[in-house]
């Protein structure tokens, strides 16, 4: 168990629909990274949040978009959904820069299929 | 731009024999870690072992170790004394810098798939 959580594990939805993933990282991590794994696109970096602040965006597209709450907790939104979205999202936590090593754990991922 | 390539897209390896799996680089930094990860069946990415580039002694975790060559940006993995539970998709990753566009993201080879017989 990393100490990262991610809800829900199973999600199954429709094209045009719109969904919300959760991730809570581990007790002291100020960073959350999301990250897409695809068959075809392999493990992707969509965007990085510091303590409350997106720091980086990666291959995210337009229709997706993410925030970090005070709490720490961060939300992947992703709307008007394609068959291409399906895939498994992780959400990773680490502690930052300032922490030099700054290794990241990953959740136990979230799986969305779009039908 | 930072890349990861793993050549090998499957491994096999007897139980209690040894196996390594291949990693290169490219990237114009200096200072920068490179990971193993391991993803099982259960789709759970576990962190197996870390390399900080300026140390040049090779990490060791347990019956997992690295051969870390700089100058050739190769960054492999040696599994000692396979078990059945090694069995899994491994990612070599790379973790680009705390500064520019980058925000320390990992990126991530395309991975190997090791099999374990019995």
């Known amino acids: 168990d990393s100490g990262v959580t991610q809800t829900p594990k199973h999600l199954i939805t429709a094209t045009g629909q719109r969904v919300t993933l959760r991730c809570s990282p581990r007790s002291g991590d100020l960073s959350v990274y999301w990250y897409q794994q695809s068959l075809d696109q392999g493990l992707q970096f969509l965007i990085h949040y510091y303590n409350g602040e997106e720091r980086a965006k990666g291959n995210i597209l337009e229709r997706f978009s993410a925030q970090q709450f005070p709490d720490l907790h961060s939300e992947l939104n992703l709307s008007s959904l394609e068959l291409g979205d399906s895939a498994l999202y992780f959400c990773a936590s680490g502690k930052g820069e300032l922490a030099g090593t700054d290794t990241q754990y990953f959740g136990p991922g979230t799986r969305l299929t779009v039908l | 731009a930072q890349t990861v390539t793993q050549s090998q897209p499957e491994m096999s390896v007897q139980e209690a024999e040894t196996v390594t799996l291949s990693c290169t680089y490219d990237?114009?930094?200096?200072?920068?870690?490179l990971f193993w990860y391991k993803q099982p069946p259960s789709r759970q990415m576990i962190l197996v072992i870390r390399?900080?580039?300026?140390?040049?002694q090779n990490a060791t975790e347990n019956r997992f170790s690295v051969n870390f060559q700089k100058a050739a940006k190769s960054f492999s993995l040696k599994i000692s004394d396979s078990q059945l539970g090694d069995a899994a998709m491994y990612f070599c990753a790379y973790r680009t810098p705390f500064y520019g566009g980058s925000q320390g993201n990992l990126i991530f080879g395309k991975g190997t798939k090791l099999s374990v017989k019995p």
């Open positions: 390399q900080e580039a300026y140390k040049q």
């Open positions: 990237t114009s930094e200096s200072d920068y870690y």
